[in-house]
């Protein structure tokens, strides 16, 4: 069993930085493909970023292309998600995701249906 704990939202105003960290606790960590999601108020959870176990594949929404950075430290069962740039739409609690993956080190996935551990969740809030 994986337990997956976010941290390092916050409030921020329109053009500033978070970074986003999601500490894991089990000993399988780099054999977990990771993702981040997010879900606004009123609106359903949406695919933010995703990453391969070994990190060499990353795949982003159109909506934070760019802006965003996916990384993983798999020696601290760390991933990452460094927002920049961030604007008042990007207000939402995000959501980091696991899957164990048995084959490739470069498969990573875009839906949440595809993940079997989340976390908790961290508030975003980016004011105008």
């Known amino acids: 069993q994986v337990q997956l704990v976010e941290s390092g939202g916050g409030l921020v105003q329109a053009g500033g930085s978070l970074r986003l960290s999601c500490a894991s606790s089990?000993?399988?960590?780099?054999?977990?493909?990771m993702g981040w999601f997010r879900q606004a108020p009123g609106k359903e959870r949406e695919f933010v970023a995703a990453?391969?176990?070994?990190?060499?594949?990353?795949y982003y929404a159109d909506s934070v292309k760019g802006r965003f950075t996916i990384s993983r430290d798999n020696a601290e069962n760390t991933v990452y998600l460094q927002m920049n740039s961030l604007k008042p739409e990007d207000t939402a609690v995000y959501y980091c995701?696991?899957?164990?993956?048995?084959?490739?080190?470069?498969?990573?996935?875009?839906?949440?249906?595809?993940?079997?551990?989340w976390g908790q969740g961290t508030q975003v809030t980016v004011s105008s």
């Open positions: 990453i391969s176990r070994s990190g060499e594949s990353t």
């Open positions: 995701a696991g899957r164990r993956v048995y084959s490739s080190s470069s498969t990573y996935y875009r839906s949440e249906y595809d993940y079997n551990y």
């Open positions: 089990g000993r399988t960590f780099s054999t977990y493909a």
